[in-house]
């Protein structure tokens, strides 16, 4: 039976006459609970903003021809010399080519599957581009540019001219912005491409594209589809990749690996493809919270010495309550409130001010060359954060009280009386 | 009979600095309405003994009977409450809570047993107040009014839940003699007018002398 009324007022009574003490605690946590918000909003924040960096020009499955030895050589096909060693010298890959030979099927059987949120063929070519006397190479891609719009936000980095442009247009090039400033192109200008063969294309810039990946826009262009196929004269059947969105991610591995089998072809998931984005998602994560951490434990210290303090101040009085009828427990529990009370204040203090901070940093300013989506700093705005925030706020918070709050439990009221 | 207390073989020792043997078979009683005073000299027990009987001190052996049932062995949350209940205590040192107003520190007992509304007990609290002539300072900081008036809050605190015994250590011992005779005064028409039990540790003769009962302490026991 425990008596709340009458134990919040005692700890509201402590904590406004040394209310100094009490907003010096409540601030560490204020101070604690803001770093972690902010910390992990704009961490979140970026960390999103570089995986859609790379996602957005990743296929969930990249379907293409991988030009490899063949995995079963012929000599285990042949019955007669299975009983023997073989020894096979300077394995070579099959003449193979860049095409998927059934690619027209492979599409239509992925327009009927479910699973399939849209799938973009393309034909990508080596080529040189040839401004005046410049030479650079690199590659051309032939896409369904309304597609590939509608699948992937490729028109966000196509920094000008529109994707329609490039529609209208059969000769129409999207031109990588680095290869644009090499060779001091811009929009209406024309660039010459030759093959591998030598032939020679002249080509006008419908628009540039700008990924902020230094290597793609050095050498990548966009064209459509049938412009390469007519450039490396091939036929309308003429696709060497096939990109593909899935309705769910997570499903890529296993869809990949259907495919894979389904068409003999080779599949890449977006997970093998950007194995590496995780560890560095994971890292940023361990530093936010690791940071957070800290500085909640600095809090919770404060915490534990304000108490403390006030617990070896207030000893006559917990003597006294004790004496005139309250239990240890009721004594303990005081001083856990007051504890609760400073965390539960400064944590929503800390929330809201984390929050402000977060609105602050989304509306400043950050332009940059590389990332031309991006006019403001990323900031991840998710409730979950502020649930945790609140969360750690009272985890902390009840640690600190209890330790102090536990002596004072034990105190013996006799010897505080007795003056010993 | 009417026993309000009663002990039988109370011992008590103190192990460090080392093994000295503070109360010995201390067995007595004090029955309903009676007002008894504790004598003795200076580091007799006397002090010791009354920490027990208020059962705060529960490092003995033998027994102590309050209202004839056995509290010796009860665990710290059932004793908090016999203590909250049945015992009021006025300290040698007005122990008061300093950052409390006078009416608050009288009524916070009352709080934490809490049998009666808030105002019931601030209605009461200032009857006591009243009683002891100090409900002028019922809004006073505690810590802003003198050492007589501390004492008669901490009287007025003893009394809000109508215990069925009041002791004191040395209650008078920080008052000049008008203040003591005051409270003394008090006292006897507490036990008068209500029939109110009393046990009191004085140093003072004159005060004992006024009271129905000395028990004389000795080296630990209690010699008459
Ligand atoms: N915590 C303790 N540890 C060891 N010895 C103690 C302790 N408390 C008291 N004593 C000893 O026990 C004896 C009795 O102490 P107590 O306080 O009961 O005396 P008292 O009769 O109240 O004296 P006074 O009249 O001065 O208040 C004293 O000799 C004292 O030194
Ligand atoms: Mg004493």
């Excluded at chain 1, 080519?97 to 492979?106: D, G, S």
């Excluded at chain 2, 040698?92 to 300093?98: A, E, I, N, P, R």
């Excluded at chain 2, 007025?156 to 003591?180: C, H, V």
Aim: hydrophobic letters at 40%; proline letters at 3%; aromatic letters at 8%.
């Amino acid at each position: 039976m425990t008596n709340w009324p009458v134990i919040l007022n005692i700890a509201k009574t402590h904590l406004l006459t040394k209310f100094k003490s009490t907003l010096t605690a409540a601030l560490g946590v204020t101070f604690g609970i803001a770093s972690y918000i902010t910390l992990v909003s704009f961490m979140t924040g970026l960390n999103t903003m570089l995986d859609d960096l790379i996602l957005n020009q990743t296929p969930h499955v990249h379907l293409y021809n991988e030009i490899k030895p063949t995995a079963k050589q012929p000599v285990a096909l042949y019955d007669d010399v299975q009983q023997s060693f073989q020894f096979i010298h300077s394995v070579k890959p099959k003449q193979n080519q860049k095409k998927i030979h059934n690619a027209l099927p492979i599409l239509n059987y992925l327009k009927e599957d479910k699973n399939v949120k849209g799938a973009t063929p393309q034909a990508r070519a080596q080529i040189f581009y040839i401004s005046g006397s410049n030479e650079l190479g690199g590659n051309l891609i032939g896409v369904d540019i309304m597609e590939e719009v509608k699948l992937s936000n490729i028109s966000d980095y196509i920094v000008n001219g529109k994707p329609e442009d490039l529609k209208n247009s059969d000769s129409g090039i999207l031109l990588g912005a680095g290869l644009a400033e090499k060779m001091s192109l811009k929009i209406g200008d024309r660039v010459q491409v030759s093959t591998v063969k030598g032939d020679l294309f002249p080509l006008k810039i419908v628009g540039i594209y700008q990924s902020g990946i230094a290597d793609i826009d050095n050498s990548q262009s966009f064209v459509n589809l049938k412009t390469v196929q007519r450039i490396l004269g091939e036929t309308q059947n003429y696709i060497t990749d096939i990109n593909i969105k899935l309705n769910v991610i997570e499903n890529a591995p296993v869809y990949s690996k259907k495919l894979s089998s389904l068409f003999s072809i080779t599949a890449t998931s977006v997970n093998e493809a950007n194995a590496q984005f995780e560890t560095g998602t994971n890292i940023r994560n361990l530093i936010t919270y690791a940071v957070s951490i800290t500085l909640l434990i600095v809090a919770g210290f404060g915490i534990y010495n304000i108490l403390n303090m006030l617990i070896y101040e207030k000893m006559k009085d917990i003597a006294i309550l004790k004496a005139t009828g309250f239990s240890g427990k009721d004594v303990q529990l005081i001083f856990m409130s007051q504890a609760m009370i400073i965390g539960i204040v400064g944590g929503l203090l800390g929330l809201v001010l984390g929050f402000i901070f977060s609105v602050l940093i989304d509306h400043a300013s950050f332009k940059t060359e590389a990332l031309p989506t991006i006019d403001t700093y990323p900031v991840s705005f998710s409730i979950s954060y502020y649930v945790i925030g609140i969360v750690f706020a009272l985890i902390s918070t009840f640690i600190a009280g209890y330790l102090p709050s536990n002596k004072a439990r034990k105190i013996d009221p006799v010897k505080i009386i007795r003056g010993t | 009979m009417n026993l309000v207390l009663e002990t039988k073989n109370i011992n008590k020792h103190f192990l460090k600095p080392k093994d000295f043997h503070v109360l010995k078979d201390i067995s007595f009683s004090v029955k309903k309405g009676e007002f008894a005073s504790i004598m003795g000299k200076s580091g007799s027990g006397k002090s010791t003994l009354l920490y027990i009987l208020s059962t705060m001190d529960t490092e003995y052996t033998g027994s102590l009977y309050l209202n004839n049932e056995l509290i010796t062995g009860k665990n710290h949350q059932e004793l908090s409450r016999i203590r909250n209940k049945y015992v009021g205590f006025v300290f040698q040192f007005h122990y008061l809570l300093s950052e409390f107003s006078v009416l608050e520190n009288v009524m916070l007992p009352a709080k934490k047993l809490a049998e009666k509304s808030h105002q019931e007990i601030e209605f009461l609290a200032m009857e006591k107040l009243k009683m002891l002539d100090i409900d002028k300072l019922a809004l006073q900081r505690a810590s802003r009014i003198s050492g007589g008036e501390k004492q008669r809050v901490a009287i007025a605190r003893a009394l809000i839940n109508n215990p069925i015994i009041l002791m004191g250590d040395e209650p008078t011992g920080n008052l000049d003699s008008r203040n003591a005779d005051n409270v003394f005064n008090i006292f006897k028409q507490l036990k008068e007018e209500q029939g109110l039990s009393l046990l009191i540790v004085t140093h003072d003769e004159d005060f004992a002398k006024k009271t129905d009962r000395i028990i004389q302490m000795e080296d630990g026991r209690i010699v008459s």
